[in-house]
């Protein structure tokens, strides 16, 4: 029997209608095959990065071996010398120049190895608050050796805020935040240090005044070496990122040139260690 107009227009309307769903089942398909390509990329990329690392590290405690002890021992032998030779002559400033010289390998070689180290992190019960406080007391001394007329600014609660932190390996967190915040104010400017929570993490932030990151340069930040610094050794804001990952937690920076930077910390309460490799990075740019 053949079949009438309608339903052959209903049969095909069915079919198509099938078809359209596989159509939409199969790009949802596609789409979540693409972002598992990405992320297996991606994973592939840091699984790479850290083998890099590891044979870097490996390199880097060699290195550091062989030069920390002659350089110890040159780093002697000029402050004798420059102890010998008075302010006024003109030999002085030939050995000042060694001195600072060998100072700045001392960086290179501390900063390789900070980077470099495999890290276990010895956490603590730690009141944020203190510690804070006593990382500033630091770096105010730091900030009176500079010509620079610098404000802290500190936002912090009134109560102690505890957290599971390891002290140590996060105030060298602070450390280079704060001296890169100096470092990017020229004459005089605020620092503003925040703390503060929420039921799931502590957040701390670390705001300047300074330059700011030009938008092309502020996706290279967190990369090992990259600098514009003359002095720097680009290893500060890498060491940052490494600690902070070793704490699953997250950093994101903003910033806008000629107006100021900010820096901001989530560190989890509580450690949820699914995937140990990805963390974030945020970037953003005014
Ligand atoms: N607060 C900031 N203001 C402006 N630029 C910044 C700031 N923090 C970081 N940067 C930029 O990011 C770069 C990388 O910083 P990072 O701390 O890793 O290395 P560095 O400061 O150049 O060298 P080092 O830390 O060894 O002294 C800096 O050279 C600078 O261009
Ligand atoms: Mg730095």
Same mark, same amino acid.
């Given at each position: 029997?053949?079949?009438?107009?309608?339903?052959?227009?209903?049969?095909?309307?069915?079919?198509?209608?099938?078809?359209?769903?596989?159509?939409?089942?199969?790009?949802?398909?596609?789409?979540?095959? *693409?972002?598992?390509? =990405?992320?297996?990329?991606?994973?592939?990329? #840091?699984?790479?990065?850290?083998? @890099?690392?590891?044979?870097?590290?490996?390199?880097?405690?060699?290195?550091?071996?062989?030069?920390?002890?002659?350089?110890?021992?040159?780093?002697?032998?000029?402050?004798?010398?420059?102890?010998?030779? !008075?302010?006024?002559? !003109?030999?002085?400033?030939? @050995?000042?120049?060694?001195?600072?010289?060998?100072?700045?390998?001392?960086?290179?070689?501390?900063?390789?190895?900070?980077?470099?180290?495999?890290?276990?992190?010895?956490?603590?019960?730690?009141?944020?608050?203190?510690?804070?406080?006593?990382?500033?007391?630091?770096?105010?001394? =730091?900030? #009176?050796?500079?010509?620079?007329?610098?404000?802290?600014?500190?936002?912090?609660?009134?109560?102690?805020?505890?957290? #599971?932190? /390891?002290? #140590?390996?996060?105030?060298?967190?602070?450390?280079?935040?704060?001296?890169?915040?100096?470092?990017?104010?020229?004459? /005089?400017?605020?620092?503003?240090?925040?703390?503060?929570?929420? *039921?799931?993490?502590?957040?701390?932030?670390?705001?300047?005044?300074?330059?700011?990151?030009?938008?092309?340069?502020?996706?290279?930040?967190?990369? !090992?070496?990259?600098?514009?610094?003359?002095?720097?050794?680009?290893?500060?804001?890498?060491?940052?990122?490494?600690?902070? /990952?070793?704490? =699953?937690?997250?950093?994101?920076?903003?910033?806008?040139?000629?107006?100021?930077?900010?820096?901001?910390?989530?560190? !989890?309460?509580?450690?949820?260690?699914?995937?140990?490799?990805?963390?974030?990075?945020?970037?953003?740019?005014?």
């Amino acid at each position: 029997m053949q079949k009438s107009q309608d339903e052959l227009i209903s049969e095909l309307a069915t079919v198509m209608e099938r078809f359209l769903a596989q159509g939409s089942e199969l790009e949802f398909a596609y789409k979540a095959l *693409e972002m598992q390509t =990405e992320q297996l990329k991606k994973m592939q990329e #840091e699984v790479n990065q850290s083998r @890099v690392l590891s044979a870097l590290g490996e390199m880097a405690a060699t290195v550091a071996h062989e030069i920390r002890n002659p350089l110890g021992g040159i780093g002697g032998y000029a402050s004798l010398l420059a102890r010998s030779i !008075p302010p006024e002559d !003109p030999k002085r400033k030939y @050995v000042d120049k060694i001195i600072g010289g060998i100072s700045s390998l001392n960086k290179i070689v501390g900063n390789l190895l900070a980077y470099t180290r495999k890290t276990n992190l010895q956490k603590q019960n730690t009141d944020l608050v203190n510690w804070a406080e006593a990382i500033l007391a630091h770096a105010e001394i =730091e900030i #009176e050796k500079e010509k620079k007329q610098l404000f802290i600014e500190r936002n912090f609660p009134t109560e102690p805020l505890n957290a #599971e932190i /390891d002290a #140590e390996r996060l105030q060298q967190v602070m450390l280079n935040l704060l001296m890169n915040a100096i470092q990017a104010i020229e004459t /005089d400017g605020k620092i503003s240090v925040g703390i503060s929570s929420n *039921e799931k993490f502590a957040e701390i932030t670390v705001a300047d005044t300074g330059n700011g990151i030009e938008p092309e340069h502020l996706k290279n930040i967190f990369t !090992p070496f990259f600098t514009t610094k003359e002095q720097g050794t680009g290893l500060g804001l890498a060491i940052v990122k490494k600690i902070i /990952d070793l704490h =699953e937690g997250e950093i994101t920076v903003e910033s806008s040139v000629g107006k100021g930077t900010s820096f901001r910390i989530k560190i !989890p309460f509580q450690s949820n260690s699914a995937s140990p490799l990805t963390s974030g990075i945020g970037y953003s740019s005014h």
